[in-house]
């Protein structure tokens, strides 16, 4: 009880009728992910909820959404009466809200049909689709969204849909909202908007819990903040202004104060392994880029979303086609036409879509790594169940994957995905290696570990591109930093030059 | 509390060291569950060997073998199109079409019977690449490109003669499926069993065999990996139709006659024993050996209930009763363990 009071402390009761959780917890058989929560969200705030992947922000967002129902012993008030909602519905109903980090909108369906899927509003027995868009366009205007609510979801970005589900909890006159990492897939100028947003309806009196992994946001946004560790609540605090070096701490559980390993600058003469001269993409994506690497650099890729990033660099790996221009590795001109064709001449492309293009998600590690492997684990095309294993682990070894050749990837964490990504292209020996997005989705802890293995790669020598959103990785990383903005390159700065401000100022150019 | 963060924390590490679908599964009903194609079979045969005096001889077994060499041999091809992620609806019409070809040219154009089996193979493998090249190139659906080439194919299965049989073949032709070497076994099941054989190994043990699982787990995954996945593609269709041409010339053997309606539904019983065998239509997932017992399954199984007098009708029910029962188990594997 005592951690509920101190958390409303300074706060009169009618301001705290918002959200009061007390002794929540999950346990699922023998597995607890939560125990002893007591948290409350006061009307008109913003509570970050801060946790690694596993900590249980996940499951306390989908008790508090209905989705599951917490242990007995445990309870919830809202607006100060009793609340135990049994269904997403009932949580709706009583106006709070979910907004999940993946999108689940219809496509193709209109924005309008989208807000009302489930509860179309009708008028003499026919749907009232006018009366629909009107409200819908309410709710787009609230948002300062300048799109019509007649237009089709898909046709929308991944930033215009995210605001349309949270119009779509508008409409339902949604008091709270849980946000699931909801900048993930937004760029520097779309998470302002969203911001601003925030703001807004905070000023309305509207609470959100917000759920993320980049710190720098939380204390943009937060009023205060709860942190989570293996089910635990370990920390709360009642502002914002916490260092960064110190939630990390309260996160992870141990200090991670140099969070990116310093990486030797290639020598003045190192040779150039990859240089691309005026690349243009069939659609426009990019126009026009130019850009070379030496071996053992890594180089940087930053810009907003839509900058053409990822569209340059699977142009680069043959994934795409490309309209004109020219790509050497190490002083010749090759033409790649197939991903193939990239990797015989060792340049390689993790891909930032880890779920969708990096892995086999229900099949084993070791059939992943044998998949990019043929001509390894099976010489004349003769595949041995032994050979493959032992090839599979040799790399989980090298790169500290948590697993065995036989357990599936879509078993693996985030982290541990991705390091089972980077091993099987490590495995072809690669001169240039290409990762896009390489911790999107993946916690604090393991994302130290990716950091760790690039500088390896770069330290064997190997040419890296490392393209991000997170603006922190970019610079913490790379020698280089290229900024691309609407397709085309800004500008290079040294990590001398490269300050976000800097950054920032080309990205938005 | 710090103790039940200690706990909780190793609760945790647990779990996560012994991740879902790992090898090791103790559990007696995981067990049953991964063997459960194998283990419904075998009841099944014990069953029907109490309830009728015929089934388990020698010479039922043999005719149950020579039974299903038609569907065993389309269904090998059937296995690689379902691993890959996609289905032929067309292998039943492939198959008349391939056996009509043959008979015209034998009967009608008086070509040597060795050459017409040729014909009858290609032309098989042009429906397979035709269908292929409809889902590569045209970018249409595999069951609205198949299902096209089955319309297509049935069609001219039936122009070639206008819808009427084309009967009588030489004798060392129909000797195929009849003359049992060394006293049990016939060419065609001999073929049977040596087209089995090839293709566990080459799913298994051949690099361009597995493959197909990654194109299948995740297409973009496999084309990124350097698996040239259009070009595999219009050969697992090439051969799918090829051996449904093939399974075309067994059954002229089998009936001595080429018939325009033959095969008539035959691309159902082939998926259906490719799914009992634990092949997932959503692709990555498939083995020779589950389809060989699912083909076995559904042998056995009408050859019993044939044996037993249950009328046809009542065959198809027990049939589809069979598929709910084995994508049930094999899809409910995780809760069921």
Redesign the interface.
């Known amino acids: 009880m005592n951690t509920v009071e101190s958390l409303a402390e300074g706060r009169s009761e009618s301001a705290s009728a918002g959200l009061v959780l007390r002794n929540i917890g999950k346990t699922y058989g023998?597995?607890?992910?939560l125990?002893?929560v007591n948290m409350a969200v006061h009307t008109g705030e913003l509570v970050a909820l801060l946790g690694e992947n596993?900590a249980g922000k996940s499951t306390l967002s989908s008790i508090i959404a209905g989705i599951n129902q917490s242990d007995p012993g445990g309870s919830m008030t809202w607006q100060g009466k009793p609340y135990a909602p049994q269904a997403p519905a009932d949580a709706l109903h009583a106006g709070i809200g979910l907004i999940h980090q993946e999108m689940r909108l219809l496509p193709e369906l209109t924005i309008a049909e989208n807000v009302f899927v489930g509860r179309l509003l009708m008028k003499g027995g026919r749907i009232d689709m006018a009366g629909m868009v009107e409200r819908a366009q309410v709710q787009l205007r609230r948002l300062g969204l300048e799109v019509s609510a007649t237009q089709k979801v898909g046709t929308l970005s991944v930033a215009a849909q995210q605001q349309v589900e949270i119009a779509k909890a508008l409409t339902l006159n949604a008091r709270l909202l849980i946000l699931d990492e909801p900048t993930t897939a937004l760029g520097e100028r779309e998470t302002d908007r969203l911001f601003e947003q925030i703001h807004r309806l905070k000023a309305q009196g509207v609470s959100f819990i917000y759920v993320s992994h980049r710190l720098a946001e939380i204390a943009r946004i937060a009023d205060r903040i709860v942190v989570l560790?293996?089910?635990?609540q370990?920390a709360f605090h009642d502002t914002a202004q916490i260092s960064t070096g110190q939630l990390v701490r309260e996160m992870v559980g141990r200090s991670v104060d140099r969070l990116f390993p310093s990486i030797p600058a290639p020598p003045e003469n190192a040779p150039v392994a990859l240089a691309v001269r005026h690349l243009h993409a069939p659609n426009g994506r990019f126009k026009d880029v130019s850009f070379e690497v030496r071996e053992g650099e890594v180089l940087g890729f930053a810009g907003i979303v839509g900058a053409g990033r990822t569209e340059l660099m699977r142009a680069i790996?043959g994934?795409d086609p490309i309209a004109s221009g020219t790509i050497e590795i190490r002083g010749k001109q090759v033409a790649i036409r197939?991903?193939?064709d990239a990797?015989r001449e060792r340049l390689v492309?993790v891909?930032d879509d880890r779920k969708?293009?990096?892995?086999?998600?229900?099949?084993?590690i070791g059939?992943n790594m044998?998949?990019?492997n043929?001509?390894q684990?099976?010489p004349k095309?003769?595949?041995?169940p032994a050979r493959t294993a032992a090839f599979a682990e040799k790399f989980i070894e090298r790169l500290g994957v948590?697993?065995?050749h036989?357990?599936?990837a879509?078993?693996?964490?985030g982290g541990n995905q991705q390091k089972v990504v980077i091993a099987?292209w490590l495995a072809r020996d690669p001169k240039v290696i290409i990762l896009d997005e390489p911790t999107r989705g993946i916690d604090v802890g393991a994302r130290a570990a990716i950091y760790e293995v690039i500088a390896a790669l770069a330290a064997t020598g190997m040419a890296v591109i490392v393209v991000s959103s997170d603006l922190d990785e970019v610079l913490g990383l790379a020698h280089r930093v290229v900024v691309l903005a609407r397709g085309e390159a800004r500008g290079t700065l040294t990590r001398e030059e490269a300050d976000p401000a800097r950054v920032m100022e080309l990205a938005v150019s | 509390?710090a103790t039940?963060?200690n706990?909780?924390?190793n609760?945790?590490t647990d779990?996560?060291?012994t991740?879902?679908?790992?090898?090791k599964r103790p559990h007696w009903a995981r067990k049953l569950v991964d063997y459960g194609p194998e283990i419904s079979l075998l009841v099944l045969c014990v069953a029907l060997s109490i309830l009728t005096d015929t089934f388990f001889s020698f010479r039922n077994l043999l005719n149950v073998l020579d039974q299903l060499t038609v569907l065993g041999i389309m269904a090998l091809g059937m296995t690689a199109v379902i691993v890959i992620g996609g289905i032929d609806l067309s292998v039943g019409s492939v198959l008349a079409l391939s056996m009509m070809v043959m008979g015209w040219l034998s009967n009608v154009v008086g070509v040597p019977m060795q050459l017409c089996i040729v014909a009858a193979l290609a032309m098989g493998a042009l429906c397979g690449l035709g269908s292929g090249l409809l889902i590569t190139h045209a970018r249409l659906p595999a069951f609205i490109a198949t299902l096209a080439t089955m319309s297509i194919c049935r069609g001219l299965a039936n122009m070639i003669t206008d819808g009427s049989q084309i009967v009588g073949y030489a004798d060392w032709f129909s000797a195929m499926s009849i003359r049992r070497h060394f006293g049990f076994l016939s060419v065609t099941v001999a073929l049977f069993i040596v087209l089995t054989v090839i293709a566990a190994i080459f799913m298994?043990?051949?690099?361009?065999g597995?493959?197909l699982?990654?194109i299948g787990?995740?297409a973009?995954?496999?084309?990124?990996?350097?698996?040239?996945v259009r070009k595999v593609t219009l050969a697992v269709y090439s051969m799918c139709g090829m051996l449904a041409g093939l399974a075309g010339v067994v059954m002229s053997t089998r009936l001595d006659s080429s018939q325009p309606t033959g095969g008539m539904g035959y691309e159902l019983d082939t998926i259906a024993a490719v799914v009992i065998g634990g092949g997932s239509l959503s692709g990555?997932?498939g083995t020779i050996w589950g389809t060989l017992m699912g083909v076995l399954t559904i042998g056995v199984l009408r050859n019993g209930l044939n044996l037993l007098g249950v009328s046809p009708f009542v065959q198809q029910v027990v049939i589809g009763t069979v598929i709910v029962l084995a994508v049930a188990v094999d899809s409910n594997k995780r809760r069921i363990g």
Not at chain 1, 30 to 33: H, L, N, S
Not at chain 1, 229 to 232: E, F, I, L, S, Y
Not at chain 1, 381 to 384: E, I
């Open positions: 023998m597995t607890t992910v125990s002893g596993g560790r293996d089910g635990v370990v790996a994934v197939t991903p193939m990797i492309l891909p969708a293009l990096g892995v086999v998600l229900p099949h084993s059939d044998a998949y990019n043929f001509d684990v099976a095309g003769w595949l041995d948590k697993g065995r036989n357990h599936l879509g078993s693996l964490s099987k | 509390m039940t963060t706990a909780s924390a609760t945790r779990v996560a060291s991740p879902e679908g790992a090898v298994k043990y051949r690099a361009s597995r493959a699982y990654a787990g995740s973009e995954v496999a084309r990124l990996a350097g698996i040239p990555g997932v």
